[in-house]
């Protein structure tokens, strides 16, 4: 299936976004502009994980990505 149909099947409560090349996170987080993507929970919620191209390498910031991850899926575990 197409991507966009693989994202309406998943309906993702989070979208994960890596802030890296020519288009901006803003502009990839434009997707509730896309009416066949409207109904997804993550959409619908704007709940969107940004993460920079050097949070995705393996390196000391692991521990800190790990971290953001896991405060984004489960932010009641950070209250």
């Given at each position: 299936p197409s991507?966009?149909?693989a994202?309406?099947?998943?309906?993702?409560?989070?979208?994960?976004?890596n802030d890296?090349?020519?288009?901006t996170a803003d502009e990839k987080i434009q997707l509730e502009d896309n009416?066949?993507?409207s109904d997804v929970t993550a959409i619908k919620n704007e709940n969107f994980l940004v993460i920079t191209l050097p949070e995705v390498f393996a390196s000391t910031r692991v521990a800190d990505?790990?971290?953001k991850f896991a405060e984004a899926f489960h932010p009641?575990?950070?209250e």
């Amino acid at each position: 299936p197409s991507a966009g149909k693989a994202v309406v099947e998943a309906d993702p409560d989070i979208i994960v976004i890596n802030d890296y090349g020519e288009t901006t996170a803003d502009e990839k987080i434009q997707l509730e502009d896309n009416e066949a993507l409207s109904d997804v929970t993550a959409i619908k919620n704007e709940n969107f994980l940004v993460i920079t191209l050097p949070e995705v390498f393996a390196s000391t910031r692991v521990a800190d990505t790990i971290e953001k991850f896991a405060e984004a899926f489960h932010p009641e575990c950070f209250e």
